[in-house]
T-cell receptor, first 123, second 113 residues
Framework: QVQLQESGPGLVKPSETLSLTCAVS?????????WGWIRQPPGKGLEWIGS???????FYNPSLRSRVTISVDTSNYQFSLKLTSVTAADTAVYYC????????????????WGQGTMITVSS | DIVMTQSPDSLAVSLGERATINCKSS????????????LAWYQQKPGQPPKMLIY???TRQSGVPDRFSGSGSGTDFTLTITSLQADDVAVYYC?????????FGQGTKVEIK
């Protein structure tokens, strides 16, 4: 079955760039679907960060757009997130997820999620 | 952005009783062209990622027990858990996928009374 696994540094210093990768197994990204990043601050709710199609088309949350870059590497079955100029407010569990394909577009629900990776921003 | 507001923030229900969670969207999420509500429900247990339960406001994801049901249209939606089980203790989120910015409700925590 399709599985997603996030990987990242765990700890990032303020003002630096957070880089995360989501490894996809059981499915070839180049075959379709949109792929997204969602985060969840400790004890809080879910915030969509952005999504990407296998072609490289990206869609970002306007609240983070100026700091976010999502890219895809179909040959290595993974997609990535970069978030620049991080602050303590970016401390969260970061999830990668696959869109469900229900709507036919990127405005969609998420039916497959990674386990998440905790990122702490602190000096 | 479309604001999704859930109520209550938390509720405690006896085993075997009904749990009802409401979700209100600040704008309509019913697409008139296909008569579908772009609304999903998720369950999140501690230390786990969210799990999609319901999509199109009322369609259960494969494998989801039929004690979970979704209803509503337009801006007002409900997730109902009939006959609450111990395994249903979790936080539940609604999400709209109609608009360009995907947004979630703040979550409703369901506990056993």
């Amino acid at each position: 079955q399709v599985q997603l696994q996030e990987s990242g540094p765990g700890l990032v210093k303020p003002s630096e760039t957070l880089s995360l990768t989501c490894a996809v197994s059981g499915y070839s990204i180049s075959s379709g679907y949109y792929w997204g990043w969602i985060r969840q601050p400790p004890g809080k709710g879910l915030e969509w960060i952005g999504s990407i199609y296998h072609s490289g088309s990206t869609f970002y949350n306007p609240s983070l757009r100026s700091r976010v870059t999502i890219s895809v590497d179909t040959s290595n079955y993974q997609f990535s997130l970069k978030l620049t100029s991080v602050t303590a407010a970016d401390t969260a569990v970061y999830y990668c997820a696959r869109h469900s394909g229900l709507s036919g577009g990127w405005n969609d629900a998420f039916n497959i999620w990674g386990q998440g990776t905790m990122i702490t921003v602190s000096s | 952005d479309i604001v999704m507001t859930q109520s209550p923030d938390s509720l405690a229900v006896s085993l075997g009783e009904r749990a009802t969670i409401n979700c209100k969207s600040s704008q309509n999420v019913l697409y008139s062209s296909n008569n579908k509500n772009y609304l999903a429900w998720y369950q999140q247990k501690p230390g786990q990622p969210p799990k999609m339960l319901i999509y199109w406001a009322s369609t259960r994801q494969s494998g989801v027990p039929d004690r979970f049901s979704g209803s509503g249209s337009g801006t007002d939606f409900t997730l109902t858990i009939t006959s609450l089980q111990a395994d249903d203790v979790a936080v539940y989120y609604c999400q709209q996928y109609y608009y360009n910015v995907l947004t979630f409700g703040q979550g409703t925590k369901v506990e056993i009374k």
